[in-house]
């Protein structure tokens, strides 16, 4: 299974940005996707995470002003990002959850990709 993610760079405080992370190889199902953040100095947060019900899980702090969506045909979720604040500038790392064509379960991992909000 392999994750390609791409959005994320600079933008200013208050603006917008999108995250997309997209699965391919061999993946059967999808169970779930997700996004982790990390900025400089501080633990790794779980940003916002979405399965393949539709459940959806926000930290506190981007609730509100972020949307996790999935397009299951595509096999792609987006992190739409709006209002974005100083603290959110880290690194975000996209992951997806599925049921390999081999009959086992995996979790993915894309590259980080770095959103800076600038002043």
């Known amino acids: 299974v392999q994750l390609q993610a791409s959005g994320g760079g600079l933008v200013e405080a208050g603006g917008s940005l999108r995250l997309s992370c997209a699965a391919s190889?061999?993946?059967?199902?999808?169970?779930?996707w997700g996004w982790y953040r990390q900025a400089p100095g501080k633990q790794r947060e779980l940003a916002a995470a979405?399965?393949?019900?539709?459940?959806?899980k926000y930290a506190d702090s981007v609730e509100g002003r972020f949307t996790i969506s999935r397009d299951n045909a595509k096999n792609m979720a987006y992190l739409q990002m709006n209002s974005l604040k100083l603290d959110d500038t880290a690194v975000y790392s996209c992951?997806?959850?599925?049921?390999?064509?081999?009959?086992?379960?995996?979790?993915?991992w894309g590259q980080g990709t770095l959103v800076t909000v600038s002043s």
């Open positions: 190889g061999s993946i059967s199902e999808i169970h779930g």
């Open positions: 979405i399965t393949s019900l539709g459940r959806i």
């Open positions: 992951y997806v959850v599925g049921t390999t064509t081999g009959g086992g379960i995996s979790t993915t």
